[in-house]
């Protein structure tokens, strides 16, 4: 088999992992209806700007997490610093 064949292979077995772990993804009962429409989308979707997106959806999510870190912390501490 040449280097070429066996490229293919791999691209293969890449794209058919890939198909797995979509359909998986999309038909698991516990996944929720958000993540099977994103991942359903995102076969639509040209990659690189996929990814852009995905690093501002993740900085949103990381500000998102951080104010609700920050806000269970003022709801434990009082103002003196001394737990409720």
């Known amino acids: 088999m040449s280097e070429t064949q066996q490229g293919y292979g791999s691209l293969e077995q890449q794209l058919k992992a890939l198909e797995n772990s979509v359909h ?3 038909t698991d009962p516990a ?3 958000w993540l099977k429409r994103a991942v359903t989308e995102l076969w ?3 990659v690189v700007d996929a990814l852009n ?3 501002v ?3 949103l999510l990381e500000a998102k997490h951080q104010a609700h870190v920050l806000t269970l ?3 434990v501490m009082s103002d003196n610093g ?3």
Do not use: F, P, W
């Open 53 to 55: 997106d995905l690093d």
């Open 82 to 84: 001394t737990r409720h």
């Open 24 to 26: 998986t993804i999309t």
């Open 31 to 33: 996944a929720s209806h």
């Open 73 to 75: 912390k003022r709801m």
């Open 57 to 59: 959806l993740r900085d």
């Open 44 to 46: 639509e979707r040209d």
